[in-house]
C-alpha cells in the first residue's frame, strides 16, 4: 500500500509539474490570439486580458465647480482639498474616483467601479496583413491614417511552396537509404553509413558559402529547386538517421518471406516498409516541415529577400525592423504563421508518438 502510494504521489507531482509547464506556453499563445483580434488603439492602450469581464471605472454624477475656481490653488470638493494635477491624474476617496471632466468648464466626474464585458474583436487585422491594399487606421484620439497592407499573404504561398517539396523530397530519398543500409548488402556499407551519420555534427552555417558558390556557377540561387535541393541536402542526415532506427527493426521474416514469393526489393520497399513505416514517417516528416517552414537563413540566402519570393519568417522580421509599433499586424502575422505547422501537427498527432518510439525496444 505504502508503495502504490508513493507511486501515486510521484504521478500526481508530475502532472502538476507538466500543467504548470502547458500553461506557461498557453498563456502567451492566448494573448496572441486574442491580441491578433482587437483594435490597433486597444492593444497600445490595455493589456489582452481586458477582453474578459473585469472592473473597470465607469462614469457617474458630475460635479460642476464654480467657474470662478483658481485652479492655481487647492480645489475644494465636497469639503476636501485637491491639486489640479491630483484631478488629472485621477484621485481615488471611499471607493470613488475623482477625475477632471472638463477642466476648462470646472467639471469634475465621480467615477465608480463596475463590472465590465465589452469586447472589441475584429478580422480588420488578418485583412490587413493578408493583402497589399492600403487601409484607414483609426488612432485611440478618433483620427485616421492611411496605411499599407503587408501582403502576407504571398509569402504564406511561397512558404507553402517551398515547404511541401522539401519536406517530402528528403523524407523519400532518406527511406530508400534507410532500406538499404539496413537491409541490403553491399560493400563500404558501414563507412557510408557513418560517414552521413557524421554530418550531423557539422553546422549549417559552415556549408552555406561552398555551396552557394556552386549554386551561382550552375544557376540555381534564387530558384525554387535550388531551396528544394539545399533543404534537401541539409536535412538528410537526420532523417535517414531516424528512419534507420525504425526500418532496422522491422520482423526480418517479412522480408525473407517477400524473397522467396519473389519480390523485388522496389516491390518491398514499396508495399511493406512504407505502409508499415507510416507512423515514423508523419514524425520525421512533421520535423522536417517545421524546420522548412520557420527557417531564414537559409531561405534568405537561397532565394533572397525580393517581395515576391520572401517567405512568412522573412516577412515578419521585416514588420518587427520597420513597423514595430504595429502590433494589429504583427500579432495577426504571428499567428497566421503557425496555423499551417498546428494543422499538419493535429493530423499527424496519431502517428507522431508512435513514431518516435519506433525502433527504441528491440525484439
Same mark, same amino acid.
Given at each position: 500500500m505504502?508503495?502504490?502510494?508513493k507511486?501515486?504521489g510521484k504521478k500526481t507531482?508530475?502532472?502538476?509539474i507538466l500543467g504548470?509547464?502547458?500553461?506557461?506556453?498557453?498563456?502567451?499563445?492566448?494573448g496572441?490570439f486574442?491580441?491578433?483580434?482587437?483594435?490597433? =488603439? !486597444?492593444i497600445?492602450h @490595455?493589456g489582452?486580458w481586458?477582453v474578459?469581464p473585469?472592473? &473597470?471605472?465607469?462614469?457617474?454624477? +458630475? %460635479?460642476q465647480?464654480?467657474?470662478?475656481?483658481?485652479l492655481?490653488?487647492p480645489?475644494a470638493?465636497?469639503?476636501?482639498?485637491?491639486?489640479?494635477?491630483q484631478?488629472?491624474?485621477?484621485?481615488?476617496v471611499?471607493g470613488k474616483?475623482l477625475?477632471?471632466?472638463?477642466?476648462?468648464a470646472?467639471?469634475?466626474?465621480v467615477q465608480?467601479?463596475?463590472w465590465e464585458f465589452?469586447?472589441a474583436?475584429t478580422l480588420?487585422?488578418?485583412?490587413?496583413v493578408?493583402?497589399?491594399k492600403e487601409?484607414k487606421l483609426?488612432? =485611440? !484620439?478618433?483620427s485616421? @491614417?492611411?496605411?499599407?497592407?503587408?501582403?502576407?499573404?504571398q &509569402?504564406f504561398?511561397n512558404?507553402? +511552396? %517551398?515547404a511541401?517539396p522539401?519536406?517530402?523530397?528528403p523524407?523519400?530519398?532518406a527511406?530508400?537509404?534507410?532500406?538499404?543500409?539496413?537491409?541490403l548488402?553491399?560493400?563500404?556499407?558501414k563507412t557510408?553509413f557513418?560517414?552521413?551519420i557524421a554530418?550531423?555534427?557539422i553546422?549549417?552555417?559552415?556549408?552555406?558559402?561552398p555551396?552557394l558558390?556552386d549554386?551561382?556557377?550552375?544557376?540555381?540561387?534564387g530558384?525554387y529547386?535550388g531551396?528544394?535541393l539545399?533543404?534537401?541536402?541539409?536535412g538528410?542526415?537526420?532523417?535517414t538517421?531516424?528512419?534507420?532506427?525504425?526500418?532496422?527493426?522491422?520482423?526480418?521474416?517479412?522480408?525473407?518471406?517477400?524473397f522467396?514469393d519473389?519480390?523485388?526489393?522496389?516491390?518491398i520497399f514499396?508495399?511493406?516498409i512504407?505502409?508499415?513505416?507510416?507512423?515514423a514517417?508523419?514524425?520525421i516528416g512533421?520535423?522536417?516541415?517545421?524546420?522548412?517552414?520557420?527557417?531564414y537563413?537559409?531561405?534568405?540566402i537561397?532565394?533572397?529577400?525580393?517581395?515576391?519570393?520572401q517567405v512568412?519568417s522573412?516577412?515578419?522580421?521585416?514588420?518587427?525592423?520597420?513597423r514595430?509599433?504595429?502590433?494589429?499586424l504583427?500579432t495577426?502575422a504571428a499567428?497566421?504563421?503557425?496555423l499551417?505547422p498546428?494543422?499538419?501537427?493535429f493530423?499527424?498527432q496519431?502517428y507522431?508518438?508512435?513514431g518516435?518510439?519506433g525502433?527504441?525496444?528491440k525484439?
Amino acid at each position: 500500500m505504502a508503495l502504490k502510494r508513493k507511486k501515486k504521489g510521484k504521478k500526481t507531482l508530475v502532472n502538476i509539474i507538466l500543467g504548470i509547464i502547458c500553461f506557461i506556453w498557453l498563456l502567451p499563445t492566448l494573448g496572441l490570439f486574442v491580441s491578433s483580434f482587437r483594435p490597433a =488603439a !486597444d492593444i497600445l492602450h @490595455t493589456g489582452w486580458w481586458k477582453v474578459l469581464p473585469h472592473q &473597470a471605472w465607469s462614469a457617474g454624477e +458630475t %460635479i460642476q465647480l464654480p467657474k470662478e475656481v483658481d485652479l492655481r490653488e487647492p480645489i475644494a470638493v465636497n469639503g476636501t482639498n485637491y491639486s489640479d494635477d491630483q484631478l488629472k491624474a485621477g484621485v481615488t476617496v471611499d471607493g470613488k474616483r475623482l477625475l477632471w471632466e472638463n477642466r476648462r468648464a470646472r467639471t469634475i466626474n465621480v467615477q465608480e467601479k463596475a463590472w465590465e464585458f465589452k469586447p472589441a474583436l475584429t478580422l480588420q487585422n488578418y485583412k490587413n496583413v493578408l493583402s497589399g491594399k492600403e487601409y484607414k487606421l483609426k488612432e =485611440a !484620439d478618433g483620427s485616421e @491614417t492611411l496605411q499599407k497592407g503587408t501582403g502576407l499573404s504571398q &509569402a504564406f504561398w511561397n512558404t507553402l +511552396t %517551398i515547404a511541401v517539396p522539401a519536406t517530402v523530397i528528403p523524407v523519400l530519398i532518406a527511406s530508400f537509404a534507410a532500406y538499404a543500409f539496413a537491409w541490403l548488402r553491399f560493400p563500404g556499407r558501414k563507412t557510408l553509413f557513418v560517414m552521413i551519420i557524421a554530418m550531423l555534427v557539422i553546422p549549417l552555417q559552415v556549408a552555406l558559402i561552398p555551396v552557394l558558390k556552386d549554386y551561382t556557377s550552375l544557376g540555381l540561387n534564387g530558384s525554387y529547386l535550388g531551396i528544394w535541393l539545399a533543404h534537401t541536402a541539409f536535412g538528410l542526415p537526420l532523417v535517414t538517421y531516424f528512419m534507420y532506427n525504425f526500418i532496422s527493426q522491422l520482423p526480418k521474416d517479412l522480408f525473407e518471406s517477400a524473397f522467396m514469393d519473389g519480390a523485388s526489393h522496389f516491390t518491398i520497399f514499396a508495399k511493406l516498409i512504407l505502409p508499415l513505416s507510416v507512423p515514423a514517417l508523419a514524425s520525421i516528416g512533421i520535423f522536417q516541415f517545421l524546420w522548412v517552414w520557420n527557417d531564414y537563413l537559409v531561405s534568405l540566402i537561397f532565394i533572397g529577400n525580393q517581395p515576391s519570393v520572401q517567405v512568412m519568417s522573412m516577412k515578419i522580421a521585416d514588420l518587427v525592423g520597420s513597423r514595430g509599433n504595429d502590433w494589429h499586424l504583427l500579432t495577426s502575422a504571428a499567428f497566421i504563421s503557425m496555423l499551417m505547422p498546428l494543422a499538419i501537427f493535429f493530423l499527424l498527432q496519431k502517428y507522431f508518438v508512435r513514431g518516435l518510439m519506433g525502433g527504441s525496444i528491440k525484439g
